[in-house]
């Protein structure tokens, strides 16, 4: 997976999840209502529209949101949030990305030896450094 975020081109990741999924082109043109040519098209865009987009973060099973969010966590400057006061009717976020309840699931696959934190770092992305923390953190805690 391609870590940098500050140049996202959404189009070569999508191809690159539908070749890791081995999705049949059938498949993707009935999901996304467009032809195949209209596909390959998308694969060439560096921006997509959201509504395109999600559809193909459920088709594909990928959150390609993230991606955006990643590179806002990274890049935006941490002056930003401080512009506009709690008066906001926008939902506020969390730098965080993880929520509580991934948190939990992650501490119960540990403490029931389901999997390995090596495991959890290569299936779900998440830093091997993080994982320790909610370990010492939360391991002791009930859910």
Not at 11 to 37: A, Y
Not at 77 to 88: L, Q, Y
Not at 98 to 126: A, H, P, W
């Amino acid at each position: 997976m391609n870590s940098n975020f500050r140049n996202i081109h959404i189009g070569k990741l999508i191809n690159t999840r539908v070749i890791e999924t081995n999705i049949d082109v059938p498949r993707i043109c009935n999901f996304m209502d467009c032809t195949e040519s209209e596909i390959r098209e998308m694969y060439l865009q560096e921006n997509l529209p959201t509504n395109i987009l999600l559809r193909w973060s459920k088709l594909l099973e990928y959150d390609f949101f993230r991606l955006y969010s990643q590179h806002l966590i990274l890049y935006a400057p941490p002056s930003a949030s401080d512009k506009v006061k709690d008066g906001s009717k926008l939902p506020k976020f969390r730098k965080s990305i993880y929520t509580r309840e991934i948190i939990n699931f992650v501490i119960e696959l540990i403490s029931t030896g389901e999997k390995t934190k090596r495991q959890i770092v290569d299936e779900y992305g998440i830093p091997h450094s993080t994982i320790s923390k909610w370990v010492l953190k939360y391991n002791n805690r009930s859910y």
